[in-house]
């Protein structure tokens, strides 16, 4: 294991990980020296200096993730009014915790190689409630990657809460138009064209996915929220395979009950940095669907003191 002001370096096996205490996420994920996730240049100055970081590439995502129309929403009959972090479509989006630094509080280097990090969120514009998160990180040779996110609620109210995570997979670094995408989804939440805000419609998968599965990605754009369809274990997982089976798989539990899937795309002025064509598939666990807090859909409420427990993971695929 080894540290920087940047990075956390994690090793297990032919995995090598990067953690970073700025915003506590994944900054990335190799195995055997081949690209898991995709990332964007780390900048001159290092990533504390930026944010949000480019994509919300690795981002954990909370206490909400996706958007806030608006910014408002009412809670236990209270209305709270966030900052205005997307102006472009007059949202607030994907939380607070993606751009504060965390506290490195444990690491081991062996039986996995690990790393815990906390973050103690005083109260926020629009957020009166004060939360403790605790981020552990833990690689192991023959499982790959997994996330613990802890978080707690340390006021004396309850509080409404909600996650998601905002990787980018990789194939080896292969091309989004040479992979195919394994994902089990219901309906779509009908998105409008502007806003990213659910219309309140929803629509079978296939309409935007197409019939066959696994998904060529050659050519599809994305940016669409679906519900999650657990296997018979209660994980929720999805793979981005290259035609020969090599790939990744993002696996996530029970609590995952919807799945953001965005491609980064040139020929939308949405070019994901340092990537030879611009293109990159996000698939993000949520807890809940754009929009959560506003629309009080599947959003959890966390009782002063008692905490929750989210998990998730990758892994290398080898056909």
Wanted: charged share 15%.
């Amino acid at each position: 294991m080894t540290s920087s002001n940047d990075f956390i370096e994690l090793r297990a096996g032919q995995y090598r990980a990067q953690i970073s205490p700025f915003g506590g996420g994944l900054w990335s994920l190799t195995f055997a020296g081949k690209p898991l996730v995709v990332t964007p240049p780390v900048p001159p100055e290092g990533l504390s200096q930026v944010s949000p970081i480019p994509f919300a590439a690795g981002c954990l995502l909370a206490p909400w993730p996706n958007r806030v129309d608006g910014g408002q929403f009412t809670f236990q009959d209270e209305t709270y009014q966030l900052e205005i972090n997307e102006p472009e479509r007059h949202n607030a989006i994907h939380g607070f915790v993606r751009e504060l630094p965390w506290e490195l509080t444990s690491e081991t280097s062996d039986g996995p190689a690990g790393v815990s990090l906390t973050l103690e969120m005083a109260s926020q514009q629009g957020w009166p409630w004060r939360l403790e998160y605790v981020m552990n990180w833990s690689l192991e040779a023959a499982r790959g990657l997994r996330g613990e996110l802890q978080v707690r609620n340390l006021s004396t109210t309850p509080c409404p809460f909600g996650f998601g995570w905002h990787p980018y997979l990789s194939a080896a670094g292969a091309s989004p138009d040479e992979c195919t995408l394994s994902v089990s989804v219901g309906n779509n939440l009908v998105l409008d064209s502007t806003r990213n805000l659910p219309t309140g419609l929803e629509q079978p998968a296939d309409t935007v996915l197409g019939p066959v599965r696994p998904v060529a990605l050659r050519g599809l754009w994305l940016d669409h929220a679906f519900r999650a369809q657990p296997g018979p274990d209660g994980q929720v997982r999805a793979t981005l395979c290259r035609t020969d089976g090599l790939g990744t798989e993002l696996s996530a539990g029970p609590w995952c009950r919807w799945l953001q899937i965005y491609t980064a795309d040139p020929a939308r002025q949405q070019a994901f940095p340092g990537v030879p064509d611009g293109r990159a598939l996000a698939v993000e666990p949520m807890t809940c669907p754009p929009n959560a807090l506003s629309r009080n859909q599947d959003v959890l409420v966390l009782e002063p003191g008692k905490p929750e427990i989210l998990a998730f993971g990758l892994r290398v695929i080898t056909g």
